[in-house]
C-alpha cells in the first residue's frame, strides 16, 4: 500500500524543532494558548493513529519530541543572550576593536569585544559603538572608551536579529576615546581587510559591491545600491548563500575531477575551504546552512549513492536552529531556506517536465533558469511580503539576467584574490558589476518595480505546505490532488483576504521607538487617528505606519514636533495607506519642502498656538516650557503624554501632567519621581514601572473596562 507521506525523519525533526523555538517564544510574550494547542493536537493524532496501529503515529511522536527539544533549546540559548544588565551608568571599557571600524567624516562605528571596565568587570558579547575621534581606529587595535553603557536585548516582540549575528549585548552612548593602541587582527580579520584593500585598489567603481559579494558584509554597502538591489530583486546575491558556496564546491570539483577520488576523500578535500570561507564570513546562517547541505550531500551519496535535497535541507535547518534557535526568526535565514526548499519543491518538478520535451540547448537554458527563479521566488514572496510589506515585480527576469553576471563577477573575484598579476582580472569583474548596477538603476527607478504587499505569517505557512505538495512530497491520486490543490487555494486565498482586513479601532495609543524618533499613534473607536513625532527616523515610521494601516480609519491628522527635520520618506508612508487631510505644526520651525509636499498632497498645514488645545475626539495639547517640553493626547479616559528633554527636564513636566496614564519618553531614560509612574523609554532602567523598548519593543495601550492595560504586541 503507497504511503501517504514518505517518512523523512529528518523533515520531521526541522518541523518539531521550528515549532519548538516558537513555542518558547510565544510563551515568552504571554501566549500559552499555542503551546497548549500544538502538543495536545500533537498528542492526541498520534495516540488515534498507535490505537488504529498506523505507522503514522511515528510522525506525531517525532514532531513532538523534537517540539520539546526546541523548546529546551530556545530557553538555554534566551538565558544565555540575557546579559549583566547595564542601565546608563557611566563607565570606562577597554576592549578589542572587532569586526567593522568607518571613519568616514571622523565617525567611528565598531563593535567592542573582551570588554573590561575599570573594577576589572568582564561583559560578555560586544559593545556596539559610535564616537567621533580625530586620530586612527582600525580593527584589532586596543581601545578605552568611557561613555553611557546599555544593554540590548535581541529578542523582543519585533527581533532585532542582527543583534544575535554580530554577538552585540551592549551599547554606549555619548562615547569618548581615551586611549588607542596598536593591536592584531585575528586570521579571518586579516582575510577580510586583504580582500577589501584589493577590491579598493583594483575595483574602482564597485568595491563596495565586489566586497558584499565576496564576503557576504554589507556594512560598506552605500544606501542607495541597496535600495536599487532591492527594488530589483537582487539583493540576495550580495548576501553569501548557497549560490556562492555552490559556486565554491564546483570549483574545488572541477579541480578535483580529474582524479577520481573517493566521495569521503573528496568531502573532506571540499569541506576545509568551505568551513574557512564561512569563518570568513562570519559563520552567517544562510552560508552555515549551505555548507551543511554540502556535507549532508556527500554523506548521502557515500552511504546511500544519491542525493536528496530535501533531507539535506532538513539537515541543515535542524542542526542551525539546535546551535542558534533565534535564527529563526532572522529574514536572511529564512529566505535562504525557503529558496532552496522551493528548487526542491517546484523547480525539481519543472525540470523533470522539460526534460521529456524536446527543447535546443540555448532555450533549455533560459527555461531553466528562468524557472529556478521562479521557484525561488514563488516559494519566497510571501516572506518578503511579511518582512519588507514590498514584492518585486520583476525580480524574476532580472535575475535571469543578475545570476549569469554574479557567478563571473565571483568566480573573476575569487581568481583576482591571488597574489601579483591575478589582481587585474578584478577589472573585468569591476565592469561587470557596473552594468548590473546601471540595471538595478534602471529597474528600481520604474514606478511599477515593486508593488506594496502585506502578508501574515500564516501565508507563509500555506505556501509552504503547498509547495511540499505540489513538489509531489504527498502521494494522491488524481481526485485527491485536486482536492489537496483546491483545499490549499482557498486556504491561501483566506489568508491572503484576511491580510487586507482592517480593524475597528478601540480607544488606544501605539508607541514606538527608533534611534532617533519616538511616534505616538493613537485611535478612537469614532475611527479617528493622531499621530505625534519628529517623523525623522524611518524605523520609527515604518514601525507605526504598519501599524496604523490594520485599523479602519475615516480621518487621520499628524502633528510636528520638529517640523525642519521630518523626511518626506517618512510622510510618504503614513499617506500611502491613511486618509491624512490637516496637519498641525506645533513647534517654531519651518520646512518648506515639506509645505510643499503637504500643498501637493492637498494637505492642509496649521501651526498651533502654545499651550493650545486642538482636535476634536482625540484632542492634543502642547505643552511649552521655553521650547515644546511635551504633547498630551487625551481619547476618552486614555492619557497619554509624549515628553521631550532629559531626565531632569521630563521629571519637572511629569509633575504638571501628573494626570496622564502613560508618559512616553522620547530623549530621557527615566522620571525621578515619588510617584509610581509607568514611563515608556527607548531603553530599560532598573527603576520601578519603567519599560524599556530596546527589551520589550513596540507598546500599545488601551483602556478596558476602566483599566489602563500596557501590552507589547
Known amino acids: 500500500m503507497r504511503k501517504t507521506v514518505n517518512f523523512r525523519v529528518s523533515l520531521f525533526i526541522a518541523v518539531g524543532i521550528i515549532l519548538g523555538i516558537f513555542s518558547f517564544y510565544e510563551l515568552l510574550f ?129 527581533n532585532k536579529t542582527y543583534l544575535l549575528r554580530d554577538r552585540i549585548r551592549y551599547e554606549m552612548l555619548s562615547a569618548t576615546v581615551t586611549s588607542v593602541s596598536a593591536g592584531k587582527m585575528n586570521v579571518g580579520e586579516s582575510v577580510r581587510a586583504y580582500i577589501r584593500r584589493t577590491v579598493q585598489d583594483y575595483m574602482p567603481i564597485c568595491s563596495e559591491i565586489g566586497y558584499s559579494l565576496l564576503t557576504g558584509d554589507r556594512s560598506y554597502l552605500p544606501s542607495n545600491v541597496e535600495y536599487y538591489f532591492t527594488q530589483a530583486g537582487i539583493i540576495h546575491l550580495l548576501a553569501v548563500s548557497g549560490l556562492h558556496v555552490g559556486f565554491i564546491v564546483a570549483l574545488l570539483c572541477f579541480a578535483f575531477k580529474r582524479f577520481r577520488l573517493r566521495p569521503v576523500v573528496e568531502w573532506a578535500l571540499v569541506t576545509v575551504p568551505l568551513i574557512f570561507y564561512a569563518y570568513v564570513c562570519n559563520f552567517t546562517p544562510s552560508v552555515v546552512r549551505a555548507v551543511i547541505m554540502v556535507c549532508c550531500g556527500y554523506c548521502a551519496r557515500t552511504a546511500y549513492g544519491r542525493y536528496d535535497l530535501l533531507t539535506s535541507l532538513s539537515w541543515a535547518v535542524a542542526v542551525i536552529l539546535v546551535l542558534s534557535p533565534f535564527s529563526l526568526f532572522d529574514v536572511g535565514f529564512q529566505l535562504s531556506a525557503l529558496s532552496v526548499f522551493g528548487i526542491a519543491a517546484l523547480y525539481s518538478q519543472a525540470d523533470r517536465f522539460l526534460r521529456r520535451r524536446r527543447i535546443p540547448s540555448f532555450a533549455r537554458y533560459i527555461v531553466n533558469s528562468l524557472t529556478l527563479s521562479a521557484s525561488c521566488s514563488l516559494s519566497t514572496v510571501f516572506t518578503v511580503a511579511v518582512n519588507f510589506g514590498k514584492i518585486p515585480t520583476l525580480g524574476v527576469l532580472v535575475n535571469l539576467v543578475a545570476i549569469p553576471i554574479v557567478t563571473f563577477a565571483f568566480v573573476v573575484g575569487l581568481v583576482g584574490l591571488l597574489p601579483w598579476v591575478f589582481h587585474y582580472v578584478l577589472y573585468s569583474a569591476d565592469m561587470v558589476l557596473t552594468g548590473l548596477y546601471s540595471l538595478s538603476v534602471a529597474v528600481g527607478e520604474l514606478p511599477f518595480s515593486s508593488v506594496t504587499a502585506f502578508a501574515t505569517a500564516l501565508c507563509v505557512i500555506v505556501a509552504t505546505i503547498w509547495c511540499f505538495i505540489a513538489g509531489g512530497y504527498v502521494n494522491l491520486g488524481k481526485i485527491g490532488k485536486v482536492i489537496a490543490h483546491s483545499l490549499c487555494f482557498a486556504a491561501m486565498a483566506a489568508c491572503v483576504c484576511a491580510s487586507f482586513v482592517k480593524y475597528a479601532p478601540n480607544n488606544q495609543a501605539y508607541v514606538c521607538y527608533g534611534y532617533d524618533d519616538c511616534i505616538v499613534t493613537v485611535t478612537s473607536t469614532d475611527g479617528d487617528m493622531v499621530i505625534v513625532g519628529e517623523f525623522n527616523d524611518a524605523y520609527a515610521a515604518a514601525e507605526a505606519s504598519d501599524y496604523a494601516r490594520k485599523y479602519k480609519v475615516k480621518s487621520c491628522v499628524l502633528y510636528f514636533t520638529d517640523y525642519k527635520s521630518c523626511k518626506l520618506s517618512n510622510l510618504q508612508m503614513f499617506l500611502d495607506c491613511l486618509p491624512i487631510d490637516k496637519a498641525y505644526v506645533l513647534d517654531s520651525s519651518y520646512n518648506a519642502q515639506a509645505d510643499e509636499f503637504m500643498k501637493d498632497n492637498g494637505i492642509t498645514v496649521v501651526r498651533q498656538a502654545k499651550n493650545t488645545v486642538s482636535g476634536g475626539v482625540i484632542t492634543t495639547r502642547s505643552l511649552y516650557n521655553g521650547v515644546l517640553a511635551g504633547v498630551t493626547v487625551t481619547c476618552g479616559e486614555l492619557d497619554v503624554a509624549l515628553i521631550y528633554g532629559d531626565s531632569a527636564f521630563a521629571a519637572d513636566l511629569v509633575s504638571v501632567v501628573d494626570y496622564a496614564d502613560v508618559y512616553a519618553l522620547a530623549d530621557a531614560d527615566y522620571v525621578e519621581s515619588e510617584a509610581a509612574h509607568t514611563t515608556l523609554s527607548r531603553y530599560q532602567t532598573s527603576r520601578v514601572h519603567n519599560y524599556g523598548a530596546n527589551k520589550y519593543g513596540n507598546f500599545t495601550i488601551e483602556q478596558k473596562g476602566g483599566t489602563i492595560k500596557l501590552r507589547f504586541r
Open 30 to 158: 504571554g501566549d500559552f494558548y499555542f503551546v497548549l494547542v500544538s502538543a495536545v493536537m500533537l498528542l492526541a493524532c498520534g495516540t488515534v493513529f498507535a490505537f488504529l496501529h498506523s505507522k503514522a503515529y511515528r510522525v506525531f511522536a517525532v514532531i513532538l519530541v523534537f517540539l520539546l527539544l526546541g523548546f529546551g533549546v530556545a530557553q538555554l540559548s534566551y538565558n544565555n543572550l540575557t546579559p549583566d544588565e547595564a542601565f546608563g551608568e557611566r563607565v570606562e571599557l577597554r576592549g578589542r576593536v572587532a569586526y567593522y571600524c568607518d571613519g568616514s567624516d571622523g565617525f567611528y562605528r565598531f563593535y567592542l569585544e573582551d570588554c573590561t571596565d575599570a573594577d576589572g568587570r568582564n561583559y560578555r558579547g560586544r559593545t556596539k559603538i559610535g564616537v567621533f575621534y580625530d586620530g586612527d581606529i582600525s580593527v584589532g587595535d586596543n581601545v578605552s572608551v568611557t561613555g553611557e553603557l546599555y544593554s540590548v536585548y535581541p529578542i523582543q516582540a519585533e
